[in-house]
């Protein structure tokens, strides 16, 4: 797998949105692996919150999420997104992504990770 990097982050009001993007840059992997959305808020440890598999036919997310992000990829340009719709000040936080396991999305496949992109929500 080759290396990701995150973008889309930004500040934000509570109830406001943001589209993140994690791109591969070798291209080679993406099409092949199930990808997921990491993300670590200060102080605490890195949490798994949303994985697809390689196809996009099979998503999961964690409760603190569900019915308000949504995670979608585009293989072809080698890019995972996760819009965050309706955000709240506990979604502060860096968030990245990484290759995951297709028997358990949310275990990465390495322990290599991109700079990450912080998302902060102002109440």
């Known amino acids: 797998q080759g290396q990701v990097a995150e973008s889309g982050g930004g500040l934000v009001q509570a109830g406001g949105s943001l589209n993140l993007s994690c791109t591969e840059y070798?291209?080679?992997?993406?099409?092949?692996?199930?990808m997921g959305w990491f993300r670590q808020a200060p102080g605490k440890e890195r949490e798994f919150i949303a994985a697809?598999?390689?196809?996009?036919?099979?998503?999961q997310y964690v409760d603190l999420v569900k019915g308000r992000f949504t995670i979608s990829r585009d293989n072809a340009k080698s890019t995972l997104y996760l819009q965050m719709n309706s955000l709240k000040p506990e979604d502060t936080a860096v968030y990245y992504c990484?290759?995951?396991?297709?028997?358990?999305?949310?275990?990465?496949?390495?322990?290599?990770w991109g700079q990450g992109t912080q998302v902060t929500v102002s109440s």
């Open positions: 697809m598999a390689w196809d996009g036919h099979s998503v």
């Open positions: 990484n290759f995951v396991r297709s028997t358990d999305y949310s275990q990465p496949i390495r322990d290599e």
């Open positions: 070798s291209g080679r992997a993406f099409g092949n692996f199930a």
